[in-house]
């Protein structure tokens, strides 16, 4: 009788869950109530057979022997706890059983889509229409974008020259006072300014740059005079020049 029920005998099994899972499944045996003796008889059975026909058993077969026999010893006693042996046993069971289930529905729906995006990426069709029209209207369009470029470049370069005379020009007269004045004042601390220090009191670029034409302006009239000192230069009020 137990040779019929293994019908199945050496199908290879994942580990002993599975092949206790695979017992219940074929004598559609309740998993609330699992009749340990029987199950262990065939478990035994399936052992025995796989040592016969040198089959690899891991030791995960002989640990799961062990607690079916602990298992059933227990049953043999009298029940004096409310709680039945068997209960971790069966939560074992259907923990496997859905994670089992899982495994087998995502391998078939990996059989289903594995090769839908098989096919190798097709490289885009790109279609050029060409509306049909007379070359008369291909040249007026072509004409009114000219007309369009040119009076864009014309109105840039309207606002290029209106933005350069609007721009800030200072006075040079107003700092060749500047850099008088400024020479007096020092002229009882030693009569002499950085020309460094004088270009960097200067607001904007325009106020430096009339600074600048202001100094070489009295420069050349003799009015002021510099010297070398490093990287710098010393301005001077030119006292001979004042007393003449």
């Known amino acids: 009788m137990a040779n019929e029920q293994l019908n199945f005998k050496l199908d290879m099994f994942d580990g002993p869950l599975d092949l206790l899972l695979a017992l219940i499944t074929k ?16 478990y035994l059975e399936y052992m025995e057979l796989c040592q016969q026909y040198n089959a690899e058993l891991s030791s995960e077969f ?69 509306l049909p029209t007379s070359p008369l209207l291909l040249w007026e369009a072509f004409s009114q974008l000219r007309t369009a470029l040119r009076e864009e470049k014309e109105r840039k370069k309207k606002e290029d020259v209106r933005s350069i005379f609007s721009a800030k020009v200072t006075p040079v007269e107003s700092k060749v006072v500047f850099v008088l004045r400024r020479l007096v004042r020092a002229f009882p601390l030693g009569n002499s300014v950085s020309f460094r220090s004088m270009i960097r009191e200067q607001g904007d670029r325009s106020d430096r740059v009339a600074t600048f034409l202001a100094i070489l302006e009295l420069v050349h009239s003799g009015r002021i005079c510099f010297e070398r000192n490093e990287d710098d230069y010393i301005i001077r009020l030119n006292m001979e020049k004042k007393g003449a």
Do not use: T
Not at 28 to 42: E, F, H, R, T, W
């Open 27 to 42: 004598q559609k045996i309740n998993i609330y109530d699992i009749p340990i003796a029987d199950i262990l008889d065939q």
């Open 62 to 130: 002989i640990v799961m022997a062990c607690e079916l026999l602990y298992i059933k010893s227990k049953m043999l006693l009298p029940q004096e706890e409310e709680e039945d042996p068997r209960e971790e046993l069966v939560r074992s069971l259907i923990e496997y059983s859905e994670v089992k289930r899982a495994a087998n529905y995502l391998a078939g729906r990996e059989g289903i889509y594995y090769h839908r995006y098989g096919a190798k990426p097709r490289e885009p069709v790109v279609k050029l229409e060409v």
